[in-house]
């Protein structure tokens, strides 16, 4: 075994005892929901201050073109992946009631929560801004046809005005502060403008938190999920976990083939296409009239999923 292999195993092992810790503490119940959901916002907090951070400091303006180039990618895989579940659908594989939340889960991914940390393990910091071109087109993806499909749940069970697939309400909503900092850390980036010191350490200070935080948040979440969730899964759910760790992940691959990429862009693309359903999918779900419990679902046995998929993902992006 490389040594490159055991200390990307070394990293996950890290990884998974993070996430661990936050498991335990929910556990014996030093931190309760209240606590669970604190550190969700202190972590949606740093998230922006940690993307800028690694956005001007990973890349030269030449790197960065560079990569930009290749920006595309993620969003013919991600279109791929939409046209998957719409065949599901279409050979009546999937119930009628739950078809547009079924197409979100299926194809939109939480990038930054699972994604942020899970890359720092495998790849360094280093692969963080190849995550960040996959999160634009993921972000696009969740607020306009994610977004929509599960509005056509909503219409189907109250009836209404058919809704539109770009409003301003979801262009509202996909300029969020996470996509800001990247946008504006590009920016920055290919203008080359100097950040000041002062400011581009506190940047660092308070971004460096995300990652254990968020491991953190990931092992209280998935105690409060719990095991039972994998069991008596619908047909639905076994097509989600499908294309979580099996579909998305093989098509990226699929699509990067032709192209001379940098080995760590295909890896870091590989492995960011296998990341759990979006928590976001089911509060959208909640709020436009989709399946709430089917959304909650998916993402509960996909995060629990990534556990014993983490390992197997290990050793095949380590040769993609």
């Given at each position: 075994?490389?040594?490159?292999?055991?200390?990307?195993?070394?990293?996950?092992?890290?990884?998974v005892?993070?996430?661990?810790?936050?498991?335990?503490?929910?556990?014996?119940?030093?931190?309760?929901?209240?606590?669970?959901?604190?550190?969700?916002?202190?972590v949606?907090?740093?998230?922006?201050?940690?993307?800028?951070?690694s956005?001007?400091?990973?890349?030269?303006?030449?790197?960065?073109?560079?990569?930009?180039?290749?920006?595309?990618?993620?969003?013919?895989?991600?279109?791929?992946?939409?046209?998957?579940?719409?065949?599901?659908?279409?050979?009546?594989?999937?119930?009628?009631?739950?078809?547009?939340?079924?197409?979100?889960a299926?194809?939109?991914?939480?990038?930054?929560?699972?994604?942020?940390?899970?890359?720092?393990?495998?790849?360094?910091?280093?692969?963080?801004?190849?995550?960040?071109?996959?999160?634009?087109?993921?972000?696009?993806?969740?607020?306009?046809?994610?977004?929509?499909?599960?509005?056509?749940?909503?219409v189907?069970?109250?009836?209404?005005?058919?809704?539109?697939?770009?409003?301003?309400?979801?262009?509202?909503?996909?300029?969020?502060?996470?996509?800001?900092?990247?946008?504006?850390?590009?920016?920055f980036?290919?203008l080359?403008?100097?950040?000041?010191?002062?400011?581009?350490?506190?940047?660092?200070?308070?971004?460096?938190?995300?990652?254990?935080?968020?491991?953190?948040?990931?092992?209280?979440?998935i105690?409060?999920?719990?095991?039972?969730?994998?069991?008596?899964?619908?047909?639905?759910?076994?097509?989600?976990?499908?294309?979580?760790?099996?579909?998305?992940?093989?098509?990226?691959?699929?699509?990067?083939?032709?192209?001379?990429?940098?080995?760590?862009?295909?890896?870091?693309?590989?492995?960011?296409?296998?990341?759990?359903?979006?928590?976001?999918?089911?509060?959208?779900?909640?709020?436009?009239?989709?399946?709430?419990?089917?959304?909650?679902?998916?993402?509960?046995?996909?995060?629990?999923?990534?556990?014993?998929?983490?390992?197997?993902?290990?050793f095949?992006?380590?040769?993609?």
């Amino acid at each position: 075994m490389s040594d490159a292999l055991l200390h990307t195993i070394s990293n996950v092992l890290v990884l998974v005892l993070t996430a661990g810790i936050g498991w335990l503490a929910a556990k014996t119940g030093k931190l309760d929901d209240t606590g669970r959901i604190t550190t969700a916002k202190i972590v949606n907090l740093s998230i922006p201050f940690f993307l800028f951070d690694s956005v001007t400091t990973k890349f030269t303006h030449d790197q960065l073109v560079e990569l930009l180039g290749m920006a595309w990618l993620p969003f013919v895989t991600v279109g791929l992946n939409l046209l998957t579940s719409l065949a599901l659908i279409r050979l009546g594989l999937v119930r009628r009631e739950l078809s547009g939340t079924f197409t979100a889960a299926f194809t939109g991914s939480t990038v930054l929560f699972v994604g942020v940390p899970m890359t720092t393990a495998l790849f360094g910091e280093e692969g963080i801004p190849y995550l960040l071109v996959y999160f634009f087109a993921n972000c696009v993806f969740i607020w306009t046809v994610g977004l929509y499909a599960i509005q056509t749940d909503g219409v189907a069970k109250t009836g209404g005005a058919r809704p539109k697939l770009v409003s301003k309400k979801s262009v509202r909503m996909l300029f969020s502060p996470p996509l800001l900092s990247f946008i504006v850390g590009i920016a920055f980036v290919v203008l080359s403008i100097p950040i000041p010191h002062f400011v581009a350490a506190t940047v660092k200070s308070f971004g460096s938190v995300t990652s254990p935080l968020a491991l953190f948040f990931i092992g209280m979440t998935i105690f409060k999920i719990g095991a039972s969730e994998m069991k008596r899964m619908p047909r639905e759910l076994v097509f989600v976990l499908l294309s979580c760790f099996v579909i998305r992940p093989l098509v990226m691959y699929l699509v990067t083939i032709p192209f001379d990429l940098e080995p760590i862009m295909r890896k870091v693309f590989v492995a960011t296409a296998a990341l759990p359903v979006s928590s976001v999918i089911a509060v959208l779900a909640r709020t436009y009239g989709g399946d709430e419990r089917f959304a909650s679902r998916a993402i509960g046995v996909t995060t629990l999923g990534i556990i014993p998929a983490l390992p197997v993902m290990l050793f095949i992006v380590h040769f993609v």
